[in-house]
């Protein structure tokens, strides 16, 4: 069993950068889909960006492209994030899954607790 930890959230401007870190107790995230998630204040938790285990394959949604890069090493994944707004602001999840690529975010396997990002205006 894999467990993901969220790193590196935390408080920037409007315009600035952050990247987030997913690692994992346990087992290695080397052979896992890693997704990142985001859940603002009222609002559904929401897809932001998916790689696959041999970080071939990538998937953003649609408000974040340009300005977010998912990537992997062998141990970690990062979600580089520029250009940050406010509207970015939410607290941000990992979640690793054996199958590239899961149809939902219910499908996923393994959770982390998440880590803050706020973006002032």
């Known amino acids: 069993q894999v467990q993901p930890v969220e790193s590196g959230g935390g408080l920037v401007q409007a315009g600035g950068s952050l990247r987030l870190s997913c690692a994992a107790s346990?087992?290695?995230?080397?052979?896992?889909?890693v997704g990142w998630f985001r859940q603002a204040p009222g609002k559904e938790r929401a897809f932001v960006a998916a790689?696959?285990?041999?970080?071939?394959s990538t998937h953003y949604a649609q408000s974040v492209k340009g300005r977010f890069t998912i990537s992997r090493d062998s141990a970690t994944v990062y979600l580089q994030m520029n250009s940050l707004k406010p509207k970015d602001t939410a607290v941000y999840y990992c979640?690793?899954?054996?199958?590239?690529?899961?149809?939902?975010?219910?499908?996923?396997?393994?959770w982390g607790q998440g880590t803050q990002v706020t973006v002032s205006s």
């Open positions: 979640a690793a899954d054996p199958v590239w690529l899961p149809r939902s975010q219910y499908e996923y396997d393994y």
């Open positions: 346990g087992r290695t995230l080397s052979s896992y889909t």
């Open positions: 790689i696959s285990g041999s970080g071939g």
